[in-house]
């Protein structure tokens, strides 16, 4: 989701030239998102949304939600529009060149409103499969859970569900190695991708509650030898944890074409990166920015006197209980630590050492590893107040920790989510990249509540 471009309505795959009933409110869902503006969007909500899907959340928790999938995704462009069984999917492409899908729910009878939408990460030939409707019984759902999990096409991973943080199904699927025949365990460790930003951000906040750092200051005030110096004096720190900053990403194809052994500080990242023009003023725009992380893990190396690796071990993870949990050099022997398996690799598919998972090494903006327990761990303490005060907390969550958020991450190899309210929390981890972890997880948490 990322600069405003012209929407453009393609035609339906039958080429039919009328619109299907609901079509126009997409368009008018797109226009909402895209101004920036949570309030704005929330009017279009209480006209568009049917009144049971207006009951779901409240209007904080959808602003919360709104700004999570605007801060990583930014604007929207329209591609195609098709009708499904219960309403319509839109494929759209976000400011990094994203291909997302999205599912609307639509209301059968005039007026057509908004019954809720889902959001796939991925698109064309490599979104994987499409998952079979998910419906669990009331009460004990652990065998129709398990029987569904095991009919998915080569999934490989792990699925944890608990309520009130107390975890009521977890089961191991597939395999960690194929090539070594090293099957998944309850206790392996995934690569989590961008859910390492959330570890990030929590660090920031807490240099914030010290005193250590403000978050309206520029980047010149804890990185004065930042190479651009016009940049540095201009980006605040919010701006960075908002991807309202106007830097890029990192995985770029001049990136992938040096060797890797050239990033092996966070400086370098900066000396490589630093001079890229910026896309926009900082604050006029909102593009999702794994460079901007990576500055801001440069910040919290700056401002505590540790690496950013060791201080988040020492105040994240420790605190937070997740002793599964770190950051593993390419090279490094790890017990129960799972590899990364493509559909895209050049040795066919479902091949080892996926590039972004095994060959290159953690940054604050993706990388991290962990398990299922260690991210339930961290959710439950940061919704207990164990890693921020009430205050950054609030700012964390953009507003009151009793509501849901979801973090993910996915890339060649990757494939993670956790969505989490005040009661249940649902934890999947995979190593392969089809995006069937994250759709699947996000299917099982609204099946849940």
């Known amino acids: 989701m990322k600069i405003a471009r012209t929407l453009i309505a393609f035609l339906l795959a039958a080429g039919a030239l009328a619109q299907v009933p609901g079509e126009d409110r997409i368009h008018a869902f797109v226009r909402a998102y895209n101004t920036g503006n949570a309030e704005q969007f929330e009017a279009f909500v ?3 949304y049917t009144p049971e899907a207006l009951k779901r959340r409240t209007p904080a928790e959808r602003r919360a939600m709104y700004e999570q999938i605007h801060g990583a995704h930014g604007k929207l ?7 499904t069984g219960n309403g319509l999917q839109a494929s759209m492409r976000d400011e990094r060149g994203q291909e997302l899908r999205f599912r609307f729910n639509i209301e059968p009878a005039a007026p057509h409103r908004l019954a809720g939408f889902g959001v796939d990460v991925g698109g064309g030939n490599d979104e994987g499969p499409q998952l079979p409707p998910l419906q669990l019984p009331k009460g004990d759902y652990a065998a129709a859970l398990d029987a569904y999990i095991r009919n998915l096409p080569d999934f490989s991973g792990v699925v944890l569900v608990a309520r009130d943080g107390q975890p009521q199904f977890e089961k191991a699927y597939g395999m ?7 099957p998944n365990k309850t206790t392996t460790r995934f690569n989590v991708g961008s859910i390492t930003k959330d570890f990030t951000k929590v660090a920031i906040g807490q240099l914030a509650q ?3 750092l403000k978050l309206d200051a520029p980047i010149a005030t804890y990185l004065p030898d930042y190479p651009n110096k016009d940049v540095a004096s201009k980006i605040t720190v919010q ?5 309202r900053s106007g830097l890029g990403d990192i995985f770029t194809p001049r990136y992938w074409e040096r060797n890797a052994a050239q990033f092996r500080t966070l ?4 000396d490589f990166f630093a001079s890229d023009p910026l896309h926009f003023e900082p604050g006029k725009g909102q593009r999702y920015s794994n460079y901007g992380y990576t500055v801001l893990g440069a910040i919290v190396e700056a401002v505590s006197g540790e690496s950013y690796f060791d201080y988040v071990r020492k105040h994240v993870f420790e605190p937070a209980g997740m002793s599964g949990s770190g950051f593993f050099a390419p090279q490094e022997i790890v017990r129960d630590l799972a590899m990364g398996h493509t559909m895209r690799g050049a040795n066919g598919p479902l091949s080892q050492a996926a590039e972004n998972t095994n060959l290159r090494a953690p940054i604050p903006a993706g990388g991290s590893q962990s398990t299922a327990r260690d991210l339930l761990a961290f959710d439950r303490a940061l919704r207990a107040g164990k890693l921020l005060d009430a205050e950054r907390t609030r700012w964390w969550y953009r507003g009151e920790p009793t509501g849901p958020w ?3 991450g996915g890339s060649p190899g990757v494939n993670a989510v956790i969505a989490s309210d005040k009661e249940w929390t649902v ?3 995979t190593n392969i990249d089809p995006q069937t972890g994250e759709k699947f997880g996000e299917a099982l948490y609204e099946a849940l509540k």
């Open 46 to 48: 209480q006209k568009n």
């Open 406 to 408: 979801v973090g993910a």
């Open 427 to 429: 934890v999947v981890l």
């Open 77 to 83: 462009e329209i591609g195609t529009i098709r009708a």
């Open 176 to 182: 960690a190695s194929r090539r070594y025949e090293v």
């Open 239 to 243: 701006q960075l944890v908002d991807h």
């Open 210 to 212: 010290a005193g250590k």
């Open 267 to 270: 400086k370098s990242y900066i």
